[in-house]
């Protein structure tokens, strides 16, 4: 039996949704979705498929089993909730919303169970990942200390003016805390543990004539099994250097510099390599998508929610949005 798929968005990131459909045994693309009259005829053209120009239009039309949203993020929740409603499967790209009460209005939408969603933290697939994480869990560590993350990438005026929604707060819910990092927020709180409290600011550093969001951020976090995490995050730097996050447990301090390097308090030293990609997506997009858009495509018959799912991702936008809320104190429209 074939599922059929629809991808609604077809900008940057929508190209590792269709390589993944593409390469899926039993899944079709069905159809593509997009408000931009020139994307969606390259879309068109491209994969064979009729296009549309909103989402209730191609539900209707051609029924999809599954759709990919790749939209900008104030499209984000309404589309998926609308989807839901209709017993559609979703894989929503990052972040789960761009306000703290359109990802609750997700959550909910999600827990009524009228159909499977998934949000793309596909970072928590990588090999790296997935090895911190089970030798963490194991206990033959220790306890976690703390930890340390940070991600120092570049983005030039060109980046924000060609596609003007990501330096708004209206449609992008804030810039680099939204955008680029809040994978590496993700991987945070889900290796460390709960975040519950978080002391931070962001600010504009180096692009205040181009976006009105933040290029720079920074917080301290505490988590709920006592330990403590910081953080800082940049596009100001002059290239995209690679992600680092540090874990240090009783027994070892795990670092990750692409590979995971774990070096053991008796001297012995663990590298687990990172796979490369192949695809044709950004090399900063990481490794993963294709494994999550497989696995939740595994996981459509599992009566149980996909393991990545709205309220796991709510986690993230309310430690971004907490950082917002302190560091904007009079703008309430940066912070809801």
């Given at each position: 039996m074939t599922t059929t798929a629809a991808v609604i968005g077809c900008g940057d990131v929508s190209a590792v949704h269709l390589e993944a459909v593409a390469k899926l045994d039993g899944a079709a693309l069905v159809a593509v979705c997009d408000s931009d009259p020139q994307r969606l005829s390259a879309a068109e053209a491209a994969h064979g498929v009729p296009g549309f120009t909103d989402h209730l239009s191609l539900i209707e039309a051609v029924q999809p089993d599954v759709v990919h949203i790749c939209t900008p993020h104030d499209q984000h929740a309404s589309i998926a909730a609308d989807c839901l409603e209709r017993g559609v499967g979703v894989i929503l790209e990052k972040p789960l919303a761009h306000t703290l009460a359109e990802g609750r209005r997700l959550v909910e939408a999600a827990e009524a169970g009228a159909a499977k969603i998934a949000v793309c933290f596909q970072n928590r697939y990588n090999a790296t990942s997935q090895a911190l994480s089970?030798?963490?869990?194991?206990?033959?560590?220790?306890?976690?200390?703390?930890?340390?993350?940070?991600?120092?990438?570049?983005?030039?005026?060109?980046?924000?003016q060609s596609r003007p929604w990501r330096g708004s707060w209206s449609r992008g819910g804030g810039g680099l805390m939204m955008n680029q990092a809040v994978h590496t927020v993700d991987l945070l709180q889900w290796l460390v543990g709960d975040v519950v409290a978080?002391?931070?600011?962001?600010?504009?550093?180096?692009?205040?004539?181009?976006?009105?969001?933040?290029?720079?951020?920074?917080?301290?976090?505490?988590?709920v099994n006592g330990a403590r995490s910081a953080f800082y995050a940049t596009v100001a730097n002059a290239f995209n250097a690679p992600v680092t996050l540090d874990v240090v447990t009783e027994k070892a301090v795990l670092s990750l510099r692409g590979d995971l390097t774990v070096s053991h308090a008796d001297g012995r030293v663990d590298v687990v390599p990172e796979r490369t990609s192949g695809s044709?997506?950004?090399?900063?997009?990481?490794?993963?998508?294709?494994?999550?858009?497989?696995?939740?495509?595994?996981?459509?018959?599992?009566?149980?929610?996909?393991?990545?799912?709205?309220?796991e991702a709510e986690k993230s936008l309310r430690?971004?949005?907490?950082v917002y809320r302190q560091s904007y104190p009079e703008s309430v429209h940066r912070v809801s």
């Amino acid at each position: 039996m074939t599922t059929t798929a629809a991808v609604i968005g077809c900008g940057d990131v929508s190209a590792v949704h269709l390589e993944a459909v593409a390469k899926l045994d039993g899944a079709a693309l069905v159809a593509v979705c997009d408000s931009d009259p020139q994307r969606l005829s390259a879309a068109e053209a491209a994969h064979g498929v009729p296009g549309f120009t909103d989402h209730l239009s191609l539900i209707e039309a051609v029924q999809p089993d599954v759709v990919h949203i790749c939209t900008p993020h104030d499209q984000h929740a309404s589309i998926a909730a609308d989807c839901l409603e209709r017993g559609v499967g979703v894989i929503l790209e990052k972040p789960l919303a761009h306000t703290l009460a359109e990802g609750r209005r997700l959550v909910e939408a999600a827990e009524a169970g009228a159909a499977k969603i998934a949000v793309c933290f596909q970072n928590r697939y990588n090999a790296t990942s997935q090895a911190l994480s089970a030798l963490l869990a194991s206990g033959e560590l220790g306890a976690i200390l703390g930890a340390s993350a940070t991600v120092m990438w570049q983005r030039s005026a060109e980046y924000y003016q060609s596609r003007p929604w990501r330096g708004s707060w209206s449609r992008g819910g804030g810039g680099l805390m939204m955008n680029q990092a809040v994978h590496t927020v993700d991987l945070l709180q889900w290796l460390v543990g709960d975040v519950v409290a978080v002391s931070g600011n962001a600010s504009t550093r180096f692009l205040g004539g181009t976006i009105e969001v933040e290029d720079t951020a920074e917080f301290v976090a505490q988590h709920v099994n006592g330990a403590r995490s910081a953080f800082y995050a940049t596009v100001a730097n002059a290239f995209n250097a690679p992600v680092t996050l540090d874990v240090v447990t009783e027994k070892a301090v795990l670092s990750l510099r692409g590979d995971l390097t774990v070096s053991h308090a008796d001297g012995r030293v663990d590298v687990v390599p990172e796979r490369t990609s192949g695809s044709a997506g950004r090399s900063y997009w990481g490794v993963s998508h294709e494994l999550l858009i497989s696995d939740f495509y595994d996981r459509l018959a599992d009566p149980e929610p996909f393991w990545i799912s709205p309220a796991e991702a709510e986690k993230s936008l309310r430690i971004i949005k907490d950082v917002y809320r302190q560091s904007y104190p009079e703008s309430v429209h940066r912070v809801s």
